[in-house]
């Protein structure tokens, strides 16, 4: 079977999911591990396909046709492909930021992905986090619970209360969920190693 | 008038057994209006803008499966003037095969912040149309909105080919809560952010557009064709949204919506994407035997037949995902799972939400295969 391993940048609409996965997509580039990168197509960030070429990435975009599917039915396809394909270290995933990502846990497993070799990587916003909880607070419940780590992110411009606020959060959905506080532009290589796991 | 045929009169009439619960047997839908290009001598970006073409393509296609299993019932119709049914309904500019994207690329949404700060107000000050009509034109050229209503200027004459093809056609027409449009027009990032914030603004402003619904949906013309209409729910999900989110800005308006159409004697076709089963009880508060709750597999339909029994009809829900990756035996377990389960009283099988593109053609024809032995 194949021994790559899935990471999935998840986080709802605008988090942050974008500007981590490249960053860390660049630290793997450096230390010579060999992955893709699936994005949906929508976000305020594209992803600069010629850049990541250079880097020896190629990017598949996945594409939802009805207006209101989030969730990309060609993830499972693409998974397929690449994987026949190449021989992958990685594959960071970045799933819609619109809905719920529990409906791409069936598209991985089916595509022979086990528990194990998929890490949840949930980016939380502190500075949207009383609008999370007051307007989508079914959202969290759903997804804070399938995270295997949690990044809370933009500390340069949330205030304390908001990093506070957004640690208990993600307690109350996940006791003991490992997370990291970062800024994405000052992001240190450990701080990559902890996000992407071992 | 229309002029019916015998195989079109007893499938409506199967469809009216279903929605009132009388059904002896499950219905099976065809569900997938961009799947026929994949399967046919066109390209989809040809298929979407020659809509002569398109149409008749569409039900060749329909015409293949019934060949092989019955369909009982089309829930769309071919998406002719799609673009700006999308537009109209949604404020999002829509990316179009052969435009935009490769000519056999699905549409796909490009959500901008269309809506502007000030704009709620000017909606409830002015009418929807205000903001709609400034935001049109940076979405889409205006000629294939006048296109669009040409096109269903047409809807009679293009109604009688489904009704001589032998397929009643589920839903005629797009509702689209408030909710939903100002979601689209101000970006979803953007309009969670004014829930949070000024819920009461947009309430008014929901409001407003309501009103306008409801008086368009009272005052057009009988359509003796019409069995059903979409009424859209997405970001309004349960799974999505809070309670009070839901309670204020979502529930009331689809309810009224629905209640409008039943009014005009026309069936509400509630289209609801992702995850609903927090709210199922709020569906009871529709009336009995008049509704189709159309889902996707990701709200529970066996937990929906205990809280709602025979309340409302079920349309759905093979997830889109297994139609393009699973096998047709994958297809009919899951099937055969739900319907030993829910039974087929009230039953329309489909597509959940819609089969995409890359759909095996075997698995659309294991819908209305294993709908047989039901
Ligand atoms: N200040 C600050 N801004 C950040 C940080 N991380 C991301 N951003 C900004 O947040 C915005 C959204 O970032 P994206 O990476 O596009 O977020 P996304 O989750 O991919 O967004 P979608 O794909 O639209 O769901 C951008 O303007 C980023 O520059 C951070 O650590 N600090
Ligand atoms: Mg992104």
Redesign the interface.
């Known amino acids: 079977m194949n021994g790559s391993k899935i990471v999935l940048f998840t986080g ?3 988090s942050g999911k974008t500007s981590l996965l490249l960053r860390c997509a660049r630290n793997l580039a450096e230390i010579k591990k060999s992955s893709a990168i699936i994005v949906n ?2 976000g305020e960030i594209g992803i600069d396909n010629l850049q990541m070429k250079k880097m020896g990435y190629t990017v598949w975009e996945i ?9 990309s ?5 693409t998974l397929t492909q690449l994987m026949t394909n190449y021989e992958l270290d990685y594959i960071l995933v970045e799933p819609s930021g ?3 990502p529990s ?1 791409i846990y ?2 991985l497993s ?1 595509s022979g992905f086990s528990k194990e070799n998929i890490r949840n990587v949930m980016i939380l916003d502190p500075t ?1 986090i ?2 999370f909880e ?6 969290l419940a ?1 997804s804070v619970p399938l995270a295997d780590f949690a990044v809370i992110n933009k500390i340069d411009v949330a205030t304390a209360v908001e990093i506070k606020k957004t640690e208990r959060v993600i307690k109350q959905y996940h006791q003991d969920l490992p997370t990291v506080q970062i800024d994405v532009k000052q992001l240190l290589n450990e701080q990559i190693q902890k996000i992407i796991g071992g | 008038m229309m002029k019916t045929n015998p195989i079109f009169d007893e499938r409506l009439k199967k469809v009216q057994a279903v929605i009132n619960h009388e059904n002896e047997h499950v219905l099976a839908c065809f569900m997938g209006q ?1 799947v026929p290009p994949t399967y046919s001598d066109i390209t989809l970006a040809k298929y979407m803008s020659d809509t002569e073409v398109g149409l008749k393509y569409y039900i060749d296609f329909v015409n293949r499966i019934n060949d092989i299993a019955p369909v009982d019932c089309i829930n769309f119709a071919y998406p002719g003037a799609h673009q700006a049914a ?1 537009s109209l309904i ?1 404020w999002s500019k ?1 990316k179009m095969p052969g435009e935009e994207l490769g000519e056999n ?7 901008k912040k269309l809506i502007q700060d000030g704009d709620y107000e000017l909606i409830i000050k002015e009418g929807s149309a205000a903001v709609m009509n400034r935001i049109l034109p940076q979405i889409i050229d205006m000629k294939k909105i006048e296109q669009f209503f040409e096109y269903h200027a047409k809807d009679e004459m293009i109604a009688q080919q489904y009704t001589d093809a032998g397929y009643p056609v589920l839903n005629s027409g797009l509702i689209c809560p408030p909710f939903e449009t100002l979601c689209g027009g101000r970006s ?2 953007a309009f ?2 004014d ?3 000024k819920p009461d603004l947009i309430k008014e402003a929901q409001d407003v557009m309501l009103e306008e619904q409801l008086k368009m949906i009272a005052s057009r013309p009988d359509r003796d064709y019409v069995i059903g209409e979409w009424i ?1 729910g ?2 309004g999900a ?8 839901w309670d204020n800005l979502v529930w009331p308006y689809m309810y009224k919506l629905a209640l409008a159409l039943i009014e005009r004697g026309i069936t509400p076709i509630l ?1 609801l ?3 609903w089963d ?1 709210d199922l009880e709020r569906f009871l508060e529709l009336p009995a035997n008049k509704c189709i709750i159309n889902t ?1 597999g ?1 709200t529970d339909l066996r937990k929906a037949r205990k809280v709602l029994d025979n309340h409302v009809a079920f349309m759905g829900d093979v ?3 297994m ?4 096998t047709p035996d994958e297809v009919k377990d899951y099937i055969r799972r739900l319907l030993d389960d829910i039974g087929a009283k009230g039953v329309i099988l489909a597509a959940g ?2 089969a ?3 759909s095996k053609f075997d698995n659309l024809v294991a819908i209305h295969e294993v709908a047989q032995e039901y």
């Not at chain 1, 039915?73 to 396809?77: F, K, Q, R, W």
């Open positions: 709802f609409l605008g197509e929508v594409f939802g046709g009805c207006i209101c599917c989030t969730l039915v060609s993830l499972e396809d619109a809905a719920d409906a069936p598209a089916h949207r009383e609008m007051a307007v989508l607070e079914p959202y759903a | 961009a999308l949604w829509v690329d699905i549409w796909q949404v490009d959500e979803m990032t969670f952010m829930c949070y914030k859209g997405w970001r349960s799974g999505l949204v809070s309670p009070k989110i289209h994407d992702q995850n927090r996707d990701m997830p889109s995902q139609l393009t990756v699973s939400c819609d995409p593109t890359g």
